[in-house]
């Protein structure tokens, strides 16, 4: 059975940290490409970051660029999403997804994990 679980949410004050961590299980994480999306209250859900299945090519958008990182670790089967300097514009529902290449739809869903920001 195919799993995202996604964990590491909460609530933090602006300007500070948190990390979120993607689990999988039940397919072969290190052959897949892995994002992480965003969605705030009343809001489309948004593109946050992705990476390669080795990690190295990285992508952003453009609000986040220089405070966040997306990183994995293929061996653990666990991909990450570190945030600093957290706004409260970032407080949104953040999900995982991995697909097979880059050229492939996102098919597999994590269930989000809440951050809040107050300011």
């Given at each position: 059975?195919?799993?995202?679980v996604?964990?590491?949410?909460?609530?933090?004050?602006?300007?500070?940290?948190?990390?979120?961590?993607?689990?999988?299980?039940?397919?072969?994480?290190?052959?897949?490409?892995?994002?992480?999306?965003?969605?705030?209250?009343?809001?489309?859900?948004?593109f946050?970051?992705?990476t390669?299945?080795?990690?190295?090519?990285?992508?952003?958008?453009?609000s986040v660029?220089?405070?966040?990182t997306i990183?994995?670790?293929?061996?653990?089967?666990?991909?990450?999403?570190?945030?600093?300097?957290?706004?409260?514009?970032?407080t949104?529902?953040?999900?995982?997804?991995?697909?097979?290449?880059?050229?492939?739809?996102?098919?597999?869903?994590?269930?989000?994990?809440?951050?809040?920001?107050?300011?």
């Open positions: 059975q195919v799993q995202l996604e964990s590491g949410g909460g609530l933090v004050q602006a300007g500070g940290s948190l990390r979120l961590s993607c689990a999988a299980s039940g397919f072969t994480f290190s052959s897949y490409d892995m994002g992480w999306f965003r969605q705030a209250p009343g809001k489309e859900r948004e946050v970051a992705n390669n299945w080795s990690g190295m090519d990285t992508r952003y958008t453009d660029k220089g405070r966040f990183s994995r670790d293929n061996a653990k089967n666990t991909g990450y999403l570190q945030m600093n300097s957290l706004k409260p514009e970032d949104a529902v953040y999900y995982c997804a991995a697909r097979r290449s880059r050229l492939a739809d996102y098919n597999y869903w994590g269930q989000g994990t809440q951050v809040t920001v107050s300011s």
